[in-house]
């Protein structure tokens, strides 16, 4: 019987997300003539020597551990190298510390920027004011990059707004600090002489 040169019965998928803190098992399934040989490469590094283990196992994901994965198989007759998988870690941290107030004279317009969060994928953002979801309208918009945006103010806009973020993948979810903004009449007083 011909040895047979290793090859796979199934290539990873390209991409796979994972939870922070779980456990990830990579399985390389490879046939060929035995013994095989299997060896882990992390990002173009070295991960394993070569060995007769077919998997590699991270007990608790961080997202440190986010990259691409790939084997390489061997046996006496030559060797073959897996397709890479680019591991993907699912994580929320928090909202990181930002504008904490802002004045406006009514009648102008108010951004509001939401807070930086650290997260993957990136979360969905919804704004409240006072603890009341904020609904758009004519006059207030929600930006790609979830600015709120207040085109004219008026007195009852002011109050404490805070960004709810929710990563969608992990379930997770966070409020930020809240901003104060705070809205004032200017009034121009006309004297005749």
């Not at 047979?4 to 003539?33: D, I, W």
């Not at 107030?101 to 807070?115: C, E, F, K, N, R």
């Amino acid at each position: 019987v011909d040895d047979v040169p290793p090859y796979f019965k199934m290539e990873p998928p390209q991409a796979q997300v994972h939870l922070e803190g779980n456990r990830l098992v990579l399985t390389c399934m490879a046939e060929g003539s035995w013994p095989l040989e299997f060896k882990w490469i992390y990002n173009g590094t070295e991960l394993t020597r070569f060995s007769l283990e077919y998997r590699y196992l991270i007990p608790s994901l961080d997202r440190s551990h986010a990259g691409h994965y790939r084997c390489i198989v061997r046996n006496r007759v030559g060797a073959i190298m897996q397709c890479s998988t680019e591991v993907q870690v699912a994580y929320m941290g928090g909202f990181v510390e930002g504008e904490r107030s802002q004045t406006v004279s009514q009648g102008d317009g108010a951004l509001i920027h939401v807070p930086r969060i650290h997260s993957f994928p990136r979360p969905q953002i919804t704004w409240f004011r006072d603890g009341r979801k904020i609904p758009s309208s004519s006059r207030i918009a929600i930006t790609l990059d979830n600015t709120l945006v207040i085109l004219s103010t008026v007195a009852p806009d002011a109050g404490r707004y805070y960004a709810q973020a929710v990563n969608d993948k992990n379930g997770e979810n966070k409020t930020s600090l809240p901003i104060t903004l705070t809205t004032f009449c200017f009034f121009v007083l006309f004297f005749r002489v």
